[in-house]
Nanobody, 122 residues
Framework: QVQLVESGGGSVQAGGSLRLSCAAS????????RAWFRQVPGKGREGVAF???????GYAASVLGRFTISQDNAKTTLYLQMNSLKPEDTAMYYC????????????????WGQGTQVTVSS
């Protein structure tokens, strides 16, 4: 049973930076995709950034050039470096892992963290 725990959220002013972390435990298989999603009230979870075991990455157009996803060598910790934050980045951020490929569909992922809130003020 895989457990994911996010940390690093908080409140920042527009233009600021945050680094989110997602620590995995009880990992018994190599996920084919690890990802960050975000969600605001009344909307579905939006894929933000994705990384495969080889380090290949993908990003939502809205964060490309501002956010960077990475993982440690053991692939037990996932990171999301968020720079040049905008008020529209305000959301609950979730890390996820799955055995399938990297797909921008929340229901394709098997494991989820409980979320960490990011609030960006103007």
């Amino acid at each position: 049973q895989v457990q994911l725990v996010e940390s690093g959220g908080g409140s920042v002013q527009a233009g600021g930076s945050l680094r989110l972390s997602c620590a995995a435990s009880g990992y018994s298989y190599t996920a084919n995709c690890r990802a960050w999603f975000r969600q605001v009230p009344g909307k579905g979870r939006e894929g933000v950034a994705f990384i495969n075991p080889n380090g290949g990455t993908g990003y939502a157009a809205s964060v490309l050039g501002r956010f960077t996803i990475s993982q440690d060598n053991a692939k037990t910790t996932l990171y999301l470096q968020m720079n040049s934050l905008k008020p529209e980045d305000t959301a609950m951020y979730y890390c996820a892992a799955g055995t399938g490929g990297c797909v921008n569909r929340a229901d394709e992922y098997d494991y989820w963290g409980q979320g960490t809130q990011v609030t960006v003020s103007s």
